[in-house]
């Protein structure tokens, strides 16, 4: 089974910051890596597919990055709606597997 | 618009069954995969069972192998998950969830996701 690592756990930003998460697979995964964002009592939101394809209506400040094992999620400037939890996921083989999470968090 | 509207969800003995619902409607729900994803409280995301667009193909996390089945009734656009022997840590928000990708392999994401159904576990 392939197991996802996100880094950091938890991160503390200000808003107009540039912020980047991190997610390491276990093993190659090639592109097969989704994003989504997660806020309060509510289903996640698909963000980003296939580790860099921007989800039409999300806005253009997310990106993503990577390919093969390491693979990472950028906010260029963060706005006050960005604070929430992203979890990364692979779609390469089943079992699928997500990161634990990494809580973005106001400074 | 696409929409994901699951129940059933509710407070079980251990040992006991649950059955749970996702209605589907905004799409041609026959054309597409299918996936339950849980959440224990205040933890993060697992995934759960997986069904394709035909009913043919299942897959299932080890953790709930042979306690749990999926199943779809594509006449009724509706996707199940018939839960048993139930343990405590299978207390979760479960999410029904679309699968967008490629037909026919392993590879999909998950987009939309329903609202969620709080299943409890406990005496």
């Known amino acids: 089974d392939i197991q996802m690592t996100q880094s950091p756990s938890t991160l503390s930003a200000s808003i107009g910051d540039r912020v980047t998460i991190t997610c390491r697979a276990s093993q190659s995964i090639k592109s097969w890596l989704a994003w989504y964002q997660q806020k309060p009592g509510k289903a996640p939101k698909l963000l980003i597919y296939k580790a860099s394809s921007l989800e039409s209506g999300v806005p253009s400040r997310f990106s993503g990055s990577g390919s093969g094992t390491e693979f990472t999620l950028t906010i260029s400037s963060l706005q006050p709606d960005d604070f929430a939890t992203y979890y990364c996921?692979?779609?390469?083989?089943?079992?699928?597997?997500f990161g634990q999470g990494t809580k973005l968090e106001i400074k | 618009e696409v929409q994901l509207l699951e129940s059933g969800g509710g407070l079980v003995q251990p040992g006991g069954s649950l059955r749970l619902s996702c209605a589907a409607s905004?799409?041609?729900?026959?054309?597409?995969?299918m996936s339950w994803v849980r959440q224990a409280p205040g933890k993060g995301l697992e995934w759960v069972s997986h069904?394709?667009?035909?009913?043919?193909?299942?897959y299932y996390a080890d953790s709930v192998k042979g306690r749990f089945t999926i199943s779809r009734d594509n006449s009724k656009n509706t996707l199940y998950l018939q839960m048993n022997s139930l343990r405590a840590e299978d207390t979760a928000v479960y999410y029904c969830?679309?699968?967008?990708?490629?037909?026919?392999?392993?590879?999909?994401?998950?987009?939309?996701w329903g609202q969620g159904t709080l299943v409890t576990v406990s005496s």
């Open positions: 069904i394709s667009d035909s009913g043919g193909s299942t």
């Open positions: 905004g799409f041609t729900f026959s054309n597409y995969a």
């Open positions: 969830a679309k699968r967008r990708g490629y037909s026919g392999t392993t590879q999909g994401w998950f987009d939309p």
């Open positions: 996921q692979q779609y390469n083989s089943y079992p699928y597997s």
